[in-house]
């Protein structure tokens, strides 16, 4: 069966710092991968999402990158952190056209 | 661009009761899917029921039960003898069927059930 690990749990950084949170797929090959945030109180922003190794699609300009150096492999970095930054982060996968969406269990960042 | 709109950000209902919540979505496509997922307290999320828009018949998951008309763009979610555990943000999510694109989410509604 397949699962997703995304860790930390949960992370307190101060502004300025840098930041990486990993996400990784068992059980499956070549999956789509997606990073949201959830911020207080609002719905699932998708900040990016990759359909093979070394391909990055942003959705939205902003403070974060993300990197995907192998097949199930999904990082979200930065390198300077803003107070702005802090939320929910959601790493999700599928395996293709018409499957639903698999999440991890989010981290949650606190920016200080 | 598709967008989902959930006009109800908190709803509440009584235990055993029966409750409603709206989706709304805006696309040009034919050929899509629709989902619903609950996030309870704990925070993960989990897919309730899912919808293919080519098909007439909506979803059922047991106490779980959609309402998809194609033509309004509208995906209601109805849980009857909803359950305390039943409390969570529930989000409704379009997807394109073509192509490797996201899942876009509307905002959420947050489901309290009371005893």
């Known amino acids: 069966s397949q699962t997703i690990h995304q860790w930390p749990a949960t992370l307190v950084q101060p502004v300025g710092s840098p930041l990486s949170l990993e996400c990784t797929v068992e059980g499956t090959s070549n999956p789509n991968l997606y990073w949201y945030r959830q911020a207080a109180g609002r719905g699932l922003q998708l900040l990016f999402y990759?359909?093979?190794?070394?391909?990055i699609s942003s959705e939205v300009p902003q403070n974060l990158s993300a990197s995907r150096p192998q097949d199930r492999q999904f990082i979200l970095s930065s390198k300077k952190l803003l107070l702005s930054d802090s939320g929910f982060y959601l790493c999700a996968w599928r395996r293709g056209q018409g499957d639903e969406a698999f999440f991890g269990q989010g981290t949650r960042l606190t920016v200080v | 661009a598709q967008t989902v709109t959930q006009s109800q950000p908190e709803m509440s209902v009584q235990e055993a009761e029966t409750v409603t919540l709206s989706c709304t979505y805006d696309t040009s496509e034919n050929n899509y899917y629709l989902f619903w997922y609950k996030q309870p307290p704990s925070r993960q999320m989990i897919l309730v029921i899912r919808q293919e828009a080519y098909k007439q018949q909506n979803a059922t998951e047991n106490r779980f039960s959609v309402n998809f008309q194609k033509a309004a763009k509208s995906f209601s979610l109805k849980i009857s003898d909803s359950q305390l555990g039943d409390t969570a943000m529930y989000f409704c999510a379009f997807m394109k069927l073509s192509g490797n694109t996201p899942l876009v989410f509307g905002k959420g509604t947050r489901l309290s059930v009371i005893a």
């Open positions: 990759s359909v093979g190794i070394g391909q």
